[in-house]
């Protein structure tokens, strides 16, 4: 166990233990399976279905557009945010959206564009923002099919933009620096955006089957989708987390839109540049999104994975994505978590039960690090190292959810601009040491 994860277990009141434990995967019968490979579903040697290969999925559900009653800003910078909903859709209790990338097509701004920032929610029929605990926002992402991110992973990983339910604190966004806006160049007319929406009503939920509202929010099985312990393929698009009757108006369906805002710069703005967005994630070079952990005598789960960048990069803000019962997510400049910190990003947990942007017990915000000064260069080829820390034990002072979790994820994004020289000569070394949290 290494030295940042002992002053975790101290800081929480939690026994260390000096064992070396790797980070556990998601196995069947006892043999690791990856979520995205091509090698493995529910069995060695095949491969492995996605969920929306598992059901079909109704892409005609979620048409995104403009309403008229929710019309574009014009910001004093010169940027202009637009909001875009989808049609309406009605959920049952229990039931999950979970859409096919590739058929989920996204609205966004005409013309050649730079995007700065993307914020989104689920909110009802009258567009007032919904509970984590009645509709759980899982994840987004967004796609550009055309132009995917730097690195460093593939597939569903070269996302754009997208994290999860502390989306409305903690919306995906590139820094402005020494009076530049930074953004994602695009063209509709060129490029085609798409969306990964993970959604689940959790109202109503059996506490007595599938360990109740735990085992819907991480996708437990196995059940009739999936013979796993839990992840993505255990929940696909319209699927039923098991529920009971409370002869309340809360059995019935409700209607609920995905909403999402749009900041943007027009391209042609002389401070308006390219942006470099990297994503990692703990599970490189698998590049799996989300891994199960079991509990274990520590109280504590560490998954670390070293990796290297594909281009000389200053940065100007980094911070990650982890949920309920994550402590932090830190990058280290190096090969090991014995390495200098570069910036570690906080959870912060909801307080206020129901309360739509602090629910208690939920993951509501994530800390940021940000280079104001003088950027932060990492070279191209350089080790760095990810390392993501969970609570496994039988209480968590922050959240209801304990014990083992099914579907958790571990990934960083990083936000600045590819050095103009090699090795970054002629722009001037960042500091190693931990970036301030950024609220």
Not at 38 to 52: M, Q, V
Not at 209 to 224: I, Q, R, V
Not at 309 to 324: A, C, K, S, V
Request: aromatic share 10%; charged share 20%.
């Amino acid at each position: 166990m290494s030295i940042s994860a002992v002053a975790v277990l101290a800081v929480y009141g939690l026994a260390a233990v000096n064992i070396a434990r790797p980070r556990q995967n998601t196995s069947y019968k006892g043999v690791t399976v990856d979520f995205f490979n091509t090698e493995g579903h529910d069995r060695p040697g095949a491969r492995r279905k996605l969920p929306w290969e598992i059901v079909d999925t109704y892409p005609d559900d979620l048409v995104f557009k403009e309403h008229d009653d929710t019309p574009r800003v014009y910001n004093a910078d010169g940027s202009t945010t637009v909001s875009y909903f989808s049609d309406l859709r009605k959920l049952h209790p229990g039931e999950v959206v979970f859409t096919d990338p590739d058929r989920t097509k996204i609205a966004m701004p005409e013309g050649d564009i730079a995007v700065t920032s993307v914020e989104a929610d689920v909110v009802d029929e009258k567009k007032r923002p919904v509970a984590l605990s009645e509709v759980y926002l899982h994840h987004w992402i967004l796609l550009d099919k055309q132009h995917p991110n730097d690195g460093v992973c593939g597939g569903y990983l070269k996302y754009i933009f997208g994290v999860g339910g502390e989306t409305r604190n903690t919306p995906y966004d590139f820094p402005d620096y020494k009076g530049n806006h930074y953004g994602w160049f695009t063209n509709t007319a060129k490029e085609s955006w798409t969306a990964n929406i993970h959604v689940l009503r959790t109202v109503n939920i059996d506490p007595d089957l599938n360990e109740g509202l735990k085992g819907c929010l991480e996708c437990h099985g196995p059940n009739k989708w999936c013979h796993l312990e839990g992840g993505f393929p255990c929940c696909p698009d319209h699927s039923m987390c098991p529920t009971i009757k409370t002869g309340t108006p809360s059995d019935d369906p409700k209607q609920y839109y995905f909403h999402y805002k749009v900041t943007f710069f027009p391209q042609s703005q002389p401070d308006v540049k390219q942006v470099a967005n990297y994503i990692l994630d703990v599970s490189h070079p698998a590049c799996n999104i989300e891994y199960n952990i079991p509990t274990n005598a520590d109280g504590i789960d560490e998954a670390t994975i070293t990796t290297t960048l594909p281009h000389d990069t200053r940065f100007f803000q980094m911070w990650g994505h982890i949920h309920m019962a994550g402590y932090n997510i830190t990058l280290y400049h190096g090969d090991s978590t014995d390495s200098p910190p570069i910036c570690t990003s906080l959870p912060g947990y909801g307080t206020v039960p129901n309360k739509p942007g602090d629910e208690k017990g939920y993951v509501v915000s994530m800390s940021k690090c940000h280079w104001d000064d003088k950027p932060y260069i990492i070279k191209k080829g350089e080790k760095i190292t990810l390392q993501a820390l969970y609570n496994v034990g039988d209480t968590d002072t922050r959240t209801w959810n304990t014990g083992h979790h099914d579907g958790v994820m571990g990934l960083w994004f990083m936000g600045g601009e590819k050095c103009a020289t090699a090795g970054c000569v002629d722009e001037s070394d960042g500091p190693r040491a931990i970036a301030p949290p950024m609220a």
